[in-house]
């Protein structure tokens, strides 16, 4: 079973950028492949983006496609979620996922814990 955690968050002026990442444990990332989902308050959950488990195949949500970049690192067990153009509507919590199949839009059963991203207007 595979273990993430988040980090990277935190507060930032809109138009400004953050960069995430998700470390794993308990297994290589490569048998994953891997995403990222967010939680603004009072909502659902939504999916952000999410790339196969060697990079070839990368999905975005309309509302960040263009500003967002997913990435990974399988030597480090490491994915990357770089954010710019930030705005408030880019508030949440944002949460890394795996799952055995690349399924767009669809979260896998894996969860990190998730890192807080607040950005001001």
């Known amino acids: 079973q595979v273990q993430l955690v988040e980090s990277g968050g935190g507060l930032v002026q809109a138009g400004g950028s953050l960069r995430l990442s998700c470390t794993a444990s308990g297994r290589t990332i490569s048998n994953y492949a891997m995403g990222w989902f967010r939680q603004a308050p009072g909502k659902e959950r939504e999916y952000v983006a999410q790339?196969?488990?060697?990079?070839?195949?990368?999905y975005y949500a309309d509302s960040v496609k263009g500003r967002f970049t997913i990435s990974r690192d399988n030597a480090k067990n490491t994915v990357h979620l770089q954010m710019n153009s930030l705005n408030p509507e880019d508030t949440a919590v944002y949460y890394c996922?795996?799952?055995?199949?690349?399924?767009?839009?669809?979260?896998?059963?894996?969860w990190g814990q998730g890192t807080q991203v607040t950005v001001s207007s």
């Open positions: 790339i196969s488990r060697y990079g070839s195949l990368k």
């Open positions: 996922n795996a799952d055995l199949e690349l399924r767009r839009g669809v979260p896998g059963d894996y």
